[in-house]
C-alpha cells in the first residue's frame, strides 16, 4: 500500500499539487452549494467540514509537520480562548453569540474556530514569507491580512447564521481585538517557530479571500 501510495503522490512537489487541487474542488463546491438555493439549507450545516479538511491538508503539505502541528495547538488555544472570553463576557471582539451552522461548540463557541485562527495565521504569514524584503514588518502585515479576511467575512458569517452581533453593526471593537490577537500569532511564527513560505499556504488564503468575497455578492 506504501509503495502504491508513493507512485500516486510522487515527489513532495507531487503531493502538494494533488492537494491544492484538492482545495480547489472543495472550495468551488462550497461555492455552488452557497449560491444554489435548494442546496444552501443542506450545505450551511456542513461549513466547518471545510475547515477541518482545510487544516489537515496544510499539516500535510508541510515540510515542517512538528512545529506547525505544535503552532496551530498554540493558535487553537489563544484563539479558542479569546472566542470564549469574548461570548462569556463581551470583553473581548464585543457582545456576540455563534448560531449552529459550524458544527459542534464548547462554551458556546465552535470548536472548528479554533481551528480558522491558526489556518489563517500560518496562511498569511507563508504570503509575506515570499517577501525578503518586509521581513521586519511581515507580523504586522500578516496580520493585517488576517484583518482583512475577517472584514469580508463578517457580512457572509452574519447572513449565514454562522454568529450574529446583539446589535446594529459589527463593532470596531471586534476588529481592534482582531488585529491584536492575529498580531499575536503573527510574533510567535516569526520568533519562535518560523515556518516555511508554501505555496499550499499561500493557495489557503487566496481562496478564503475569494470564497468569501464572492459569497457577499450573494447577500
Known sequence: MGGLMVKILGKKR????LIMALFCIIYLVGIIGFFTPFLRAIWLPMSGLILYLTTFGVIASSKQKGKLTLFLFLAFC???TSEVIGVK???LFGDYSYGS????????VPIVIGLLWGGLAVSSASCLAQFPTLKKQAPFLAALLMLGIDYIMEP???????WSWHGSDVPLWN???WFAIAWILQIILK???FLESNKVFNLVFIL???FFSLLNLYQ
Open 14 to 17: 507531487s503531493q502538494q499539487d
Open 78 to 80: 489563544i484563539g479558542f
Open 89 to 91: 463576557t463581551g470583553i
Open 101 to 108: 451552522n459550524l458544527g459542534y461548540k464548547f462554551s458556546g
Open 156 to 162: 457572509v458569517a452574519i447572513a449565514s447564521g454562522f
Open 175 to 177: 476588529y481592534i481585538c
Open 191 to 193: 520568533r519562535g517557530m
Open 208 to 210: 478564503l479571500a475569494v
